[in-house]
């Protein structure tokens, strides 16, 4: 893809920014949308001048949710031949950190979008729900499996079985959900600032650092256990690890080559 039509893109030094650019339907994740999202976080992740990405959306929505309109008149057999929801592979795919700048509205796949991304920051308008059982079916991009993770069982549950109860920004940022809370016109920046702390460090230590999180949603504490030290001692195959500690011995910033 080319020309992108419901995305913007763009770049602040080592940071690719990507907005949900779909604002008449409060950035309904349809196909296009989200082939055009899955598409630009995967020139980002191949491109060696981009450290981290940060997903945003509008004042209003980050995203209210998959696109209602374009599932309306579905059957059980157009929605296993043609899956609605296979964006979601293509992000877990990406290996550089995502960090999504939420301000208002990230409900039901707009939720779920987020929880995806690796930090979530949110502005002090912005509202978290699971609103899908207000229209007949249940979240299918992870809010019954992530949300359970992020705010504990009580509180998913009663956020995805009410379809009425949302967090706002500070709840949500209570309940663990995000990392911090921020006036809206700031979040973005603050987003982007993170994420150039993260593209200061070492790209390939990075990877491995997100690889073994999201693996501690995958296994048993054993095994994420006995991964992580593998992960660990795979660091001492890089340069950058020598460099890092050589450095820090002789009390000057490493140099990182990302190799
Ligand atoms: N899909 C398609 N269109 C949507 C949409 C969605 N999820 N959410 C909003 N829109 C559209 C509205 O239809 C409306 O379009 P028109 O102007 O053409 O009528 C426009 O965006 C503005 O929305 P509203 O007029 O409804 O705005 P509001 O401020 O009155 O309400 C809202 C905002 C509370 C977010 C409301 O739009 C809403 O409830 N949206 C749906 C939220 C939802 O149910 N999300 C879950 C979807 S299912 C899902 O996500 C499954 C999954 O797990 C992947």
């Not at 057999?77 to 592979?89: E, K, S, Y």
């Not at 549950?157 to 009425?164: Q, R, T, V």
């Not at 920004?169 to 993260?198: C, F, N, R, W």
């Amino acid at each position: 893809i080319n020309n992108y039509e419901m995305i913007l893109v763009s770049q602040n030094a080592n940071v690719g920014i990507i907005q949900l650019n779909r604002p008449a339907a409060l950035n309904a994740l349809c196909k296009q949308l989200t082939a055009e999202m899955v598409d630009a976080l995967n020139k980002f992740d191949s491109n060696p001048n981009i450290g981290a990405i940060v997903l945003t959306g509008n004042n209003r929505a980050f995203a209210a949710g998959a696109d209602i309109k374009q599932m309306g008149d579905r059957k059980l057999t157009d929605m296993l031949n043609d899956d609605v929801l296979d964006w979601t592979v293509g992000i877990r795919a990406i290996r550089k950190p995502i960090i999504a700048a939420v301000n208002g509205y990230a409900l039901g796949g707009g939720c779920e979008l987020a929880m995806l991304c690796d930090i979530i920051y949110a502005g002090e308008k912005a509202v978290f729900g699971q609103p899908e059982i207000n229209i007949g079916t249940i979240p299918g991009a992870g809010g019954t499996q992530r949300l359970v993770k992020a705010v504990g069982k009580s509180k998913a549950m009663e956020i995805c079985l009410s379809g009425k109860i949302n967090l706002n920004a500070e709840q949500a940022h209570i309940a663990g959900l995000v990392s911090g809370v921020y006036p809206a016109d700031k979040v973005v920046a603050k987003a982007i600032q993170t994420a150039k702390l993260i593209s200061a460090q070492s790209m390939p230590i990075v990877a491995l650092v997100k690889n073994s999180v999201n693996h501690s949603f995958e296994v048993p504490l054993e095994s994420g256990l006995e991964y992580e030290r593998r992960l660990f001692q795979l660091t001492f195959g890089t340069e950058d690890r020598r460099e890092g500690m050589k450095a820090f011995i002789e009390k000057r910033k490493p140099k990182f080559a990302n190799l």
